[in-house]
Structure formats: C-alpha cells, structure tokens
C-alpha cells in the first residue's frame, strides 16, 4: 500500500506562483504514475497532469498548459506541481493519487489517493 501526503497549498494572488509536493511512502513509487487532481466547489474532480513511471511522459489537462509542470523525484518518493499565473479559477482542493498504469487520464485507473490540499487564489 502506497501513502500519499500533499503539501504546500495556500492562499496567493492572482498572478503568482505556488509549488505542491506529495510525498509517497515506500520504495515502489518508481512503479507507480502519479498524478495531481483537483476539485473545486461544485464541480467534479478533474486530471490537472500526470506523470507516467519512468520514462517521463507528461500530460497536462488544457486548462493548465504552459502554466504548471509536473515532476517526479524517485530517488525522493515525492511528487511535484509547480503552478504558475495562478488565476481565481485554480481554486480548489489539490490532491495527488498513484496508479499502476503507465498514463492513466481517468480518475479509476487511480489506486491510491492523498488527502489533498487547499489551493486559493484571490482576485
């Protein structure tokens, strides 16, 4: 079994910069994508980016391209998300999972999920 434990949310300006970490427990996390998904309120939860197991692969959901990057530290079991041009709309509740599939885009493909982390952006 897999841990996931998300930091570094907060509250930030339109315009800024914050970094997530997830940090997995474990030495099988170089077996596992990973992914960072968020939710806000209202709305259903959404595939921000994943990055596949070990040859790097990147996805980014449209709404975040050219202004987050995901990467991934085995060495570290960690996880990042670096979110940049922050917009009102990133609000939302931030969380990582690991799935056993190579680059799984759908929710259920998903096998272990973080408690998430609250993102907000002010206007």
């Known amino acids: 079994q897999v841990q996931l434990v998300e930091s570094g949310g907060g509250l930030v300006q339109a315009g800024g910069s914050l970094r997530l970490s997830c940090a997995a427990s474990?030495?099988?996390?170089?077996?596992?994508?990973m992914g960072w998904f968020r939710q806000a309120p209202g709305k259903e939860r959404e595939l921000v980016a994943h990055?596949?197991?070990?040859?790097?692969?990147?996805f980014y959901g449209d709404s975040v391209k050219g202004r987050f990057i995901i990467s991934r530290d085995n060495a570290k079991y960690t996880v990042y998300l670096q979110m940049n041009k922050l917009e009102p709309e990133d609000t939302a509740v931030y969380y990582c999972?690991?799935?056993?599939?190579?680059?799984?885009?759908?929710?259920?493909?998903?096998?272990?999920w973080g408690r998430g982390t609250q993102v907000t952006v002010s206007s």
């Open positions: 999972a690991a799935s056993p599939y190579d680059t799984p885009q759908r929710e259920s493909k998903y096998m272990y």
């Open positions: 474990g030495p099988t996390f170089s077996s596992y994508a």
């Open positions: 990055v596949s197991r070990r040859d790097g692969l990147l």
